[in-house]
């Protein structure tokens, strides 16, 4: 199916069958033995490597783009001080220093003036209101630091096809990680090692940082038939002056700009439609890519494998084109590939 026969696209339009038990539940060992499906977006060609060759289809002067956001060990399990009942908080949104947004389970338990404790009161917090959508506003007390705190009573908040536990909170963060205020992990950076990216930079492979805070949003599913009626989740981005400079010069010397990650994508794009230019920006976007689209900046993607019937394939169709990207997903299905967050990896060139 041509993406121009589309009339309008539709979300089924965007649906693969993925076999349950290639969901990755645990990351491998070690990050770069991930595999790699390298996809051509002019031809189609296909051709299945390992993550630890990426340097193989990179050249000097090329550029990778990474996200630095940090993720928050952002899901509390605590108890109401009231009635001693267990509840779940995941915080969504740092509204001033003390104050969130949060989702709550059960949230019928958790009405305004409510109180509770966690980690043995550590960390204690009262509900001051509910709002639109349900979610609450939520005021945290705490001794220390409440980056310090949820360190401690903090779990990570993993995606919910994600059933097992995950041992070392360090796999869920990429090894550039610095700017805290993630709810999700940007998944695609977590195939990275530093030795792996030092022998990129000996290369000649410059490397710029940018920061998306990734909300929950992110795994909401696509809830409309029509594709181009679904509303983004809005997301907090700052693109720093040096990465500006850098993607300048380099498409100057008509090298590449790589985005390593969806989010990266979406911050480079958001940039280049708001401003008009790649130069220093900080705000917030709620920019849907879906096909058809013109990309303004990126030449490449580094991406996972993502949900069917997601914004994030569909952004990934936008580039690499429908057919292309359907017809790659369904060869990784084939090649029993590791679907999602801790799954392998795709590098479209």
């Not at 041992?167 to 940007?186: F, I, M």
């Not at 700009?257 to 989010?263: H, P």
């Amino acid at each position: 199916m041509k993406i121009k026969e589309i009339n309008i696209l539709k979300t089924s339009d965007f649906y693969y069958d993925l076999p349950e038990e290639l969901i990755a539940q645990t990351p491998l060992e070690k990050r770069d033995d991930s595999r790699l499906l390298v996809l051509d977006r002019q031809t189609g060609k296909i051709e299945h490597r390992h993550f630890y060759d990426i340097g193989d289809f990179l050249e000097e002067g090329d550029l990778l783009v990474v996200n630095n956001s940090r993720v928050l060990p952002a899901r509390l399990y605590g108890v109401k001080k009231e009635t001693g009942s267990h509840m779940e908080f995941l915080l969504l949104e740092q509204k001033e220093q003390n104050l969130w947004e949060v989702l709550v389970k059960p949230g019928k338990k958790a009405k305004p003036g409510a109180r509770f404790v966690f980690g043995d009161g550590l960390l204690r917090a009262q509900v001051l209101e509910v709002l639109d959508g349900g979610n609450r506003l939520v005021e945290f007390q705490c001794e220390e630091n409440i980056f310090s705190v949820l360190d401690q009573v903090g779990q990570m908040p993993l995606p919910p096809y994600i059933t097992a536990k995950l041992d070392d909170k360090e796999r869920y963060q990429t090894v550039y990680s610095k700017e805290l205020g993630s709810a999700a992990a940007p998944t695609a950076g977590l195939h990275f090692t530093p030795e792996l990216m030092d022998s990129l930079r000996t290369k000649g492979v410059n490397i710029a940082e940018v920061t998306l805070h990734v909300g929950l949003g992110t795994f909401r599913p696509v809830k409309v038939d029509n594709v181009d009626e679904h509303k983004m989740h809005s997301e907090h981005y700052h693109l720093p002056r040096k990465t500006a400079d850098l993607i300048n010069e380099t498409k100057k010397n008509g090298k590449r700009v790589i985005a390593v990650g969806t989010t990266s994508c979406r911050t480079l794009e958001s940039v280049a439609s708001f401003e008009g230019c790649i130069r220093e920006s900080d705000g917030w976007t709620s920019i849907f890519i879906y096909p058809p689209y013109e990309f303004k900046c990126i030449d490449g993607l580094i991406t996972n494998f993502h949900l069917p019937e997601s914004t994030l394939i569909m952004l990934v169709s936008a580039l690499a084109g429908y057919d292309h990207t359907m017809n790659a997903y369904k060869e990784a299905v084939k090649e029993r590939y590791r679907f999602f967050s801790f799954g392998d990896a795709m590098f479209i060139a």
